[in-house]
């Protein structure tokens, strides 16, 4: 048994008096941890009720930040459901390091991202020419856990 507190009631937890003391019953979801080299902005919480809460009212949403550079990569939002759970649990979310967007153009030519999104780790680039031009250097590229690409970026030169 624990006393009913301000995180208590924020978290919309059922107490009932029994004296000075209360009872909670879980109604809500876990703290979930967030992606590596990330962390999780809790809206409306302070820092003392970050510490304390262990579990979170349904329909609260939290949301996953990266640290530095790095981009998110999944659900950036998830939400507390009904049954316990938190919304797309099936979908990793990751932070990863972005690859240089130059990268993602070429001058008479076409460039072709796979998997479509932002240019992260895995991320590989598919590189041709328009009628007239030669491809010089590789036709793919893949971004590395570094960011950074495989190769150098290729160019397009005239036919004649």
Known sequence: MRHCSETAKFTHHLCSQMGERVRL??????????PRDG???YRGLTQEQIRSVQVLPVDYEIEYICRGSRVIVGPKV????????????NQRSKCLLPCPRVWTSLENGRVTVHPPGPSVEGTILHYSCLEGFILVGRNSTQCT??????SPKPVCHCEY
């Open 25 to 34: 019953q879980r109604r809500g979801c876990a703290i979930i941890r967030p």
């Open 39 to 41: 962390g999780i902005r």
């Open 145 to 150: 856990k570094l960011g950074k690409w495989d």
């Open 78 to 89: 998830r939400k507390c459901l009904p049954d316990g759970t938190w919304t797309d649990l």
